[in-house]
């Protein structure tokens, strides 16, 4: 197996979003005094001196704390003078936590954390162990929750700035869905020129999100919309639409479960076709009735990352009708994968029979070769054991057997946004050619 390794570019549970947070589970009694606590003077923290450090990207506007030290190691603070103890804990990347903080004479408590990986980081306080966000950062749809997020810059690296280059839209799409009864809204890239050119019709590239998060993801975590500005701008990709709409969904009558639970888990095939459903029967026809789309499957794609990856598999490998591009970033492998039976119970080291795996997707080498034009998948060197195991496992399986795929290792980088930019740097430009 020779793995694609990340260009130069001068997180947990089987989905990465869920364990470590529900540690820290909120506990109702005290969620009025924490936040009583998180509102005491945050606006007086100081402001690092320029060159020793910079205040994130991801912080609140005028807030120099949390900062980012040259190393990539992060000062946090929080004044709270009537707290016992306070930690800050967060994903893989920001390190190996939680950090217990030091509280300092006038009550504030600060901790500076060991270098990060660089990229897009959730974290939180534990105050007095109650799970609060940070009221000095933006907050981002993490965890099943608005959580705070820290942005860790990476030397030499721009490909997903904001650049002085023409810039597509994102536009938000509501639709009622057939599926489930209900509203549902959806977020739509449309290319730079889109509404100049009214004549041109544009490929369709579905992408989705990880467990725990929603259709924000892509564009608030993982700045989507200028990674595909700058690509198109540098002519390596090709112009497209692209939707990425909320990956959960439940038919009428399907009692609740939460995502992430036991129950949700367990019965993972019904919540994947309830999403295949409404990504078939509503989503594809409401955004090529909405938007100038290419409608064949020649021009259409499906990628995600973790959930998303796994869905993508679920989903466009039973549609190969509808699809010719399939990408899984960090998606982990069930062998077993067949209507009625998608568990986690797969050992990610079990053998993957590519003549069963995914409903014998896989069983004819040379007619999938034919019919699907890019078949793509990911993983980040320091992501765990089930997900290098399972997909690379799969990657030499597949490859053994004469199936045609990309595979890519995002070096230095776990289960987090920083792998899944890369992925998508890479992807995107072997879209539609």
Request: glycine share 10%.
């Amino acid at each position: 197996m020779t793995p694609r390794e990340a260009p130069a570019y001068n997180q947990t549970a089987v989905f990465g979003l869920k364990t470590q947070h529900q540690r820290y589970r909120m506990k109702d009694l005290l969620v009025g005094s924490a936040l009583a606590l998180l509102a005491l003077g945050q606006s007086a923290l100081p402001v690092r001196a320029e060159g020793q450090s910079m205040p994130a990207a991801s912080n609140v506007p005028g807030v120099g704390i949390p900062s980012i030290n040259p190393d990539r190691s992060i000062a946090f603070a929080l004044k709270a003078p009537d707290a016992n103890s306070v930690l800050v804990a967060g994903g893989d990347g920001l390190g190996k936590g939680p950090f217990p903080m030091k509280k300092g004479l006038d009550g504030t408590w600060s901790v500076t954390t060991p270098p990060s990986v660089p990229g897009f980081h959730y974290y939180w306080f534990v105050l007095d162990g109650v799970s609060v966000n940070d009221p000095a950062s933006e907050t981002y749809f993490g965890y099943g929750k608005e959580t705070s997020g820290i942005e860790v810059p990476e030397a030499g690296a721009d490909f997903y700035s904001v650049k002085n280059v023409p810039h597509g839209e994102v536009r938000a799409k509501w639709y009622l869905s057939k599926t489930t009864g209900e509203w549902r809204r959806a977020f739509v890239y449309t290319p730079p020129d889109y509404d100049e050119h009214q004549k041109t019709r544009y490929p369709l590239l579905i992408l989705q999100h990880g467990s725990g998060e929603d259709e924000t993801g892509w564009t608030r975590q993982g700045r989507a919309q200028f990674i595909l500005d700058n690509l198109i701008a540098a002519g390596l990709a090709r112009p497209m639409i692209v939707v990425m709409d909320r990956g959960y969904a439940q038919k009428p009558g399907v009692p609740a479960a939460a995502v992430g639970s036991n129950a949700w888990l367990q019965n993972l095939h019904l919540s994947f076709s309830a999403f295949e459903d409404v990504v078939i029967h509503d989503l594809i026809p409401t955004i090529d009735a909405s938007y100038r789309t290419i409608p064949d499957r020649e021009h259409r794609a499906m990628a995600g990352l973790s959930m998303g990856g796994m869905q993508t598999l679920f989903i466009g490998l039973q549609h190969l009708d509808k699809f010719a591009y399939l990408g899984s970033f960090s998606g982990p492998i069930i062998p077993s994968l067949s209507a009625g039976n998608l568990t986690l119970s797969a050992n990610p080291g079990e053998h993957f029979d590519t003549k069963t795996a995914y409903g014998g997707a896989f069983a004819d080498p040379s007619t999938f070769n034919k019919r699907v034009k890019l078949f793509w998948l990911g993983v980040g060197t320091e992501e765990s054991d089930q997900f290098r195991t399972g997909i690379g496992g799969a990657v030499e399986a597949l490859r053994g057997a004469g199936v045609r795929l990309e595979y890519f290792e995002s070096k230095g980088t776990a289960h987090e946004w920083q792998t899944w930019r890369r992925d998508l740097y890479d992807f995107a430009p072997r879209l539609f050619r």
